[in-house]
């Protein structure tokens, strides 16, 4: 059963990049697309971006000048750099399994969620 | 970006009795290949969302079948057939037609 791990700074100075990994376990990094969640808090949920084992992205559009997401197949992790960032994107951040096919063919999306983990920025 | 609104924002339901949530997308979900991409995650306290609900309405691996989806194009419902203690939490919606993914507000199901 694959498990997703968040790892990286809880706190953030303003202006300063935002750093995430996401370790993942149980099954390889290779098959899947990988995501990034966040949501601030009491509030709803926002797609950040994914990323294909291949180093193909794509990124939500007002994220999209500051952010940069990876991924190292050979560690199974992916990461997400968020660049300048301000007290707005002080929020619970989430990795996740973007998708699989079920044996009837349907799409199971967002099956697989890490813990979260609470980034804050401020000075 | 496809916008998902929910309704009611909150809910308070007796044990035992059905709870039902809307979802609105702003654009049909129905893609080209007959498919419709609408999904609901429950989200308890202090926890990440998990899966409930994936294409309109098949239900997830371990999920109740007192829980049940329904719904086409832009309108979508979410029915709980005898709320339990356990369901309290809040209710998200999400569409994977397009990128950006997006999600409802979220509802917050009480008992």
């Known amino acids: 059963q694959v498990q997703l791990q968040e790892s990286g700074p809880g706190l953030v100075k303003p202006s300063e990049t935002l750093s995430l990994t996401c370790t993942v376990s149980?099954?390889?990094?290779?098959?899947?697309?990988w995501t990034w969640i966040r949501q601030p808090a009491g509030k709803g949920l926002e797609w950040i971006g994914r990323?294909?084992?291949?180093?193909?992205?794509e990124y939500n559009p007002s994220l999209k000048s500051r952010l940069t997401m990876s991924i190292d197949t050979s560690k199974n992790q992916f990461s997400l750099n968020l660049k300048s960032v301000t007290a707005a994107d002080t929020a619970v951040y989430f990795c996740v399994r973007d998708h699989y096919f079920d044996n009837s063919g349907i799409r199971v999306a967002f099956d697989t969620w890490g813990q979260g983990t609470m980034v804050t920025v401020s000075s | 970006d496809i916008v998902m609104t929910q309704t009611p924002l909150s809910l308070s339901v007796t044990p035992g009795q059905p709870a039902s949530i809307s979802c609105k997308s702003s654009q049909s979900l129905l893609h080209s290949n007959g498919k419709t991409y609408l999904y609901w995650y429950l989200q308890k306290a202090g926890q990440a969302p998990q899966l409930l609900i994936s294409?309109?309405?098949s239900r997830f691996s371990g999920v109740p079948d007192r829980f049940s989806g329904s719904g086409s194009g832009t309108d979508f419902t979410l029915k709980i057939s005898r709320v339990e203690a356990e369901d309290v939490g809040f209710y998200h919606c999400?569409?994977?037609?397009?990128?950006?993914?997006?999600f409802g507000q979220g509802t917050k199901l009480e008992i």
């Open positions: 149980g099954d390889s990094i290779n098959y899947y697309w």
């Open positions: 999400s569409q994977t037609l397009q990128t950006p993914r997006t």
């Open positions: 294409e309109v309405s």
């Open positions: 990323v294909f084992p291949s180093g193909v992205t």
